[in-house]
């Protein structure tokens, strides 16, 4: 009887089999010895291949195991090799090949847009039902063995990021740049994390034999020379991580340094659930009458020693504005009527403003600025010109439809301390983009309102911090939803430091007031 042989001749991305069929036999070459002999009738070569790279793409790793002959070993090395490199995903596609080999691209995702990608070779022996993948950990990559696994790491090491003073806060390891200690500053140190390890970082693919032994298969990118610093300081986040976590409350804590913008620290504690203090947006309550008082300065309508009445309530239009716990002074001068905190002193300054005059005011604190600050997102706030009379009087007490973040009022009071505009910046070397800029009040208006604000402290609503030193502020009660609860604020500032304190349904500035404190005693 004569023999006819059938052989695989691949061909852009597929094998065309060319077969002159006399005997009931095909051969399927090996990658060495002699050339094992398969059944005929069994499934196509080339769509057992096809079906073990779909598979394997898929993520479908012991389906893929299942076509091979260790379906066992296969789908745990398998597996092994998916987690161990923290892969996101892998592509296997077939590129061609000879009579003895199918050549395989292999691509694997690893996140933080790194992709490797490399060619392997896999070869077919006989199953019990047609051919089948030889399966080896070469299999999975050529250098593979036997006790072998394959990891991703950063190929920098050290420490990846330090705060001001050069103490590390970020460290490289395998995985990439990884908290010194994860409750310094959790709303911070991802974003900073994401920002250095996707900035042209080294990394590496590792092989790691069964001594431990490590040996390098691919590397991108530069080794950084020096860790990237941080703004923030470990001093004042310690401060203000300690002092949030003292509250009985949610509460929110941002600090910024004046003279150069730099975001010192940012802090919430435990209790709070929704919300976060770069992006949150609240209302601002009476803190916002930082930016009433300034619109009033700059119209005209009243100095800081204009003396004003200030009732119980006051009734403008249709709403009636009343005074906290409806207490009441006779005429007294703007600068008390700030200090004290009377709305309808304030309410009634706003009704003769024009109906930008709010929004624009605070436009000069920064609450309509727009920043891109690299490895965070911020949201200062939104004033626009009131709608109506009712809502002019309602903003001026930071009610209605005026809207501010921690972040925003810590950047109002860094503007004042400052006498001008303030560029928050997070990152040393990689400026703040400034999408939408702003210009601080006049001079005259910083010094009133300064005035004002130490006033505050002294002989006003917050006078529990009189004992922290030269502390400048405004305390503030805005409520929401309902009107039956809420949040408490103080905003401030003491030489070059400038924060904003947010205390969530505490119905009362007198918490936040008293974190402040207990902030300011965490920097002695």
Not at 376 to 389: D, L, N, Q, Y
Not at 468 to 480: D, F, L, M
């Amino acid at each position: 009887m004569s023999r006819k042989t059938k052989r695989w001749v691949l061909s852009g991305g597929a094998f065309a089999v060319v077969a002159i069929v006399v005997a009931a036999v095909f051969l399927v070459r090996g990658g060495a010895g002699s050339p094992p002999v398969a059944e005929a009738g069994g499934e196509d070569p080339a769509a057992v291949l096809e079906r073990y790279l779909r598979s394997w793409s898929a993520g479908h790793d012991e389906k893929a195991a299942a076509l091979t002959d260790d379906p066992a070993a296969a789908g745990a090395l398998l597996a092994e090799a998916r987690a161990g490199l923290g892969a996101a995903s892998v592509t296997a596609t077939l590129r061609g090949g000879t009579e003895d080999t199918a050549h395989v691209r292999i691509a694997w995702e690893l996140g933080s847009g790194r992709t490797w990608t490399y060619d392997n070779a896999l070869t077919l022996v006989p199953g019990s039902g047609g051919p089948i993948v030889h399966f080896t950990p070469s299999a999975i990559h050529p250098e593979l063995g036997e006790g072998d696994r394959l990891v991703t790491r950063a190929a920098a090491a050290g420490a990846a990021v330090v705060d001001r003073a050069g103490t590390p806060v970020l460290r490289w390891e395998e995985a990439g740049p990884k908290a010194v200690d994860p409750n310094f500053a959790p709303l911070v140190l991802p974003g900073l994390g994401r920002l250095v390890a996707g900035d042209g970082s080294a990394w590496a693919v590792e092989r790691v034999d069964q001594q431990g032994g490590r040996h390098e298969l691919h590397r991108e990118g530069q080794v950084p020379t020096t860790p990237t610093k941080t703004t923030l300081s470990s001093t004042v986040q310690a401060a203000a991580n300690a002092a949030v976590e003292s509250a009985d409350f949610p509460a929110m804590l941002v600090a910024i340094q004046p003279s150069t913008g730099d975001i010192l620290a940012v802090a919430q504690n435990t209790r709070v659930t929704e919300g976060n203090p770069l992006t949150g947006l609240y209302a601002p309550g009476s803190t916002f009458k930082i930016a009433t008082a300034a619109a009033a300065l700059e119209h005209g309508l009243a100095g800081a020693d204009a003396e004003l009445p200030c009732p119980a309530t006051i009734r403008i239009e249709h709403r009636t504005i009343p005074n906290d716990e409806m207490f009441t002074f006779p005429s007294l001068p703007l600068h008390s009527a700030f200090a004290h905190s009377c709305n309808t002193t304030f309410a009634q300054l706003a009704s003769e403003l024009p109906a930008d005059g709010l929004a624009r005011a605070a436009g000069q604190f920064g609450l309509n600025a727009d920043f891109t600050i690299p490895g965070i997102t911020t949201e200062a706030g939104k004033v626009i010109p009131a709608s109506s009379s009712a809502d002019q009087v309602e903003s001026s007490i930071g009610q209605g439809s005026v809207q501010a973040s921690p972040f925003g009022l810590a950047l109002m009071a860094a503007t004042v301390a400052e006498g001008g505009p303030v560029t928050p910046q997070l990152v040393d070397g990689q400026a703040t983009t400034v999408n939408t800029a702003y210009d601080g009040p006049s001079p005259a208006v910083i010094d009133a309102l300064r005035s004002m604000m130490r006033e505050v402290v002294t002989d006003g609503t917050a006078t529990a911090l009189s004992g922290s030193g030269s502390v400048y502020g405004k305390t503030g009660t805005a409520q929401y939803g309902d009107g039956s609860q809420a949040n408490g604020w103080f905003v401030g500032y003491r030489g070059d430091l400038a924060f904003s304190v947010l205390t969530l349904a505490s119905n009362s500035s007198k918490p936040a007031v008293s974190l402040s404190a207990t902030f300011f005693d965490g920097l002695q």
